[in-house]
């Protein structure tokens, strides 16, 4: 049985371009489908009961900034090859921008990232379907950023790197 760590897992999304890139991070947010839920408890009830609506799946990262140049993401087994977090995602946070994009999150196991390992997000994206980028702030030397699905995209578990 294997086990995975922070320091295994990948952070890689399209820059404005549509070229996969990885991005260094110290956190991310919990991954997944979140529901609202509508209580539908009626007064003699014993238990509180609710409706799921529909998933939303939002996902919000932090790490150090950085203007190095982009780089090619890195293939499945090696190490990140990291691309400066503020020439990645400046772009994509412009009013104007409005492309979905690919977008994957990746843990390795005892290891960096394999093909096998899973995956969360979009990461075959469509003129339709991926990850659009809400927020992008800096503060000192970090800096954080916010991804919602693109209207109609619903993100999956995998094990495909982003392409």
Not at 54 to 80: F, K, M, R, W
């Amino acid at each position: 049985m294997s086990r995975t760590v922070t320091k295994w897992m990948r952070f890689a999304l399209d820059d404005s371009a549509g070229t996969p890139r990885e991005v260094p991070v110290d956190s991310v947010s919990p991954v997944g489908f979140v529901y609202d839920e509508t209580d539908l408890t009626a007064y003699q009830d014993a238990v509180k009961g609710y409706l799921s609506a529909h998933p939303d799946a939002p996902i919000d990262i932090t790490g150090p900034l950085s203007n190095d140049a982009a780089v090619s993401l890195a293939a499945s087994a090696a190490a990140p090859a990291l691309s400066g977090s503020y020439t990645v995602l400046a772009p994509l946070s412009a009013p104007t921008f409005t492309t979905p994009l690919g977008l994957a999150v990746m843990w390795g196991f005892d290891g960096y990232w394999a093909t096998g390992d899973p995956v969360f997000g979009i990461v075959s994206p469509s003129a339709t379907s991926g990850y659009i980028c809400t927020k992008f702030q800096v503060e000192g030397e970090k800096y954080s950023a916010r991804f919602v699905p693109f209207p109609g995209t619903t993100p999956a578990w995998g094990t495909a790197i982003l392409t």
